[in-house]
């Protein structure tokens, strides 16, 4: 079965500096992998993913990911974060079993 | 479209107590899931459902039931309700089951005491 490991708990960063969070994910073949942001009270939202193709991924709110199979990674990137970026951040990881196995989280810190 | 709805979004429980969780989407998608969320555990799968009349088993689903008689509804049910079932409970839903992006209703935190 797949797994996917979020090393970061918690990260703070200041406003306007850039982002990095890490996801390393244990599957045997390619995976589906997703990013998900949790804003305090608030359900999930998908952010992007990554089926196939581009290793390089856009998704909402000028985030990024970069899917890298030799280290089986799928780090969430933001060049300057705001504010309202504070959130919980789960990486996904869909497999052949059809289902979605989730990290940890990492929970994002904005300081002014 | 309303997306996936959840009912209630708060709610306290004595032990012992049952009650359901009401989640319905207007997608007309055919998979369905619940999900309890806990500190420092992400999200871990109680329920699924690839359509309607079918349902089936995830990761953590003792103590939980589920029946999906409808493509819309998918309600989860405590049947007794424990301390150790207190956390925020998610349901989400996606066009089939091959398609795996999901889309999550907005929640409900569950205390059990």
């Known amino acids: 079965a797949q797994s996917v490991t979020q090393p970061d708990i918690h990260i703070t960063v200041s406003e306007g500096a850039s982002l990095e969070l890490r996801c390393n994910y244990s599957y045997g073949a390619t995976p589906y992998l997703f990013w998900y942001v949790q804003s305090p009270g608030q359900g999930l939202q998908l952010l992007l993913k990554y089926f196939s193709g581009d290793t390089l991924v856009q998704g909402i709110k000028g985030f990024e990911a970069e899917f890298k199979r030799s280290q089986s990674s799928f780090n969430l990137r933001k060049p300057s974060v705001h504010w309202s970026d504070a959130a919980e951040y789960f990486c996904a990881v869909g497999a052949g079993d059809y289902k979605l196995s989730f990290g940890a989280g990492t929970t994002v810190t904005v300081r002014a | 479209n309303a997306g996936v709805t959840q009912t209630p979004k708060f709610q306290v429980l004595k032990t012992g107590q049952s009650m359901t969780l009401q989640c319905a989407q207007d997608m007309n998608h055919e998979y369905m899931s619940w999900y309890r969320q806990d500190p420092g555990m992400g999200l871990r799968l109680i329920h699924y459902s690839v359509g309607a009349g079918i349902t089936d088993q995830g990761e953590v689903p003792n103590g939980y039931n589920v029946s999906r008689s409808t493509t819309e509804d998918f309600p989860l049910r405590l049947l007794s309700a424990a301390p150790s079932q207190t956390s925020v409970y998610f349901c989400?839903?996606?066009?089939?089951?091959?398609?795996?992006?999901?889309?999550f209703g907005p929640g409900t935190r569950l205390t059990v005491t």
């Open positions: 989400a839903s996606r066009r089939e089951r091959e398609s795996y992006e999901q889309y």
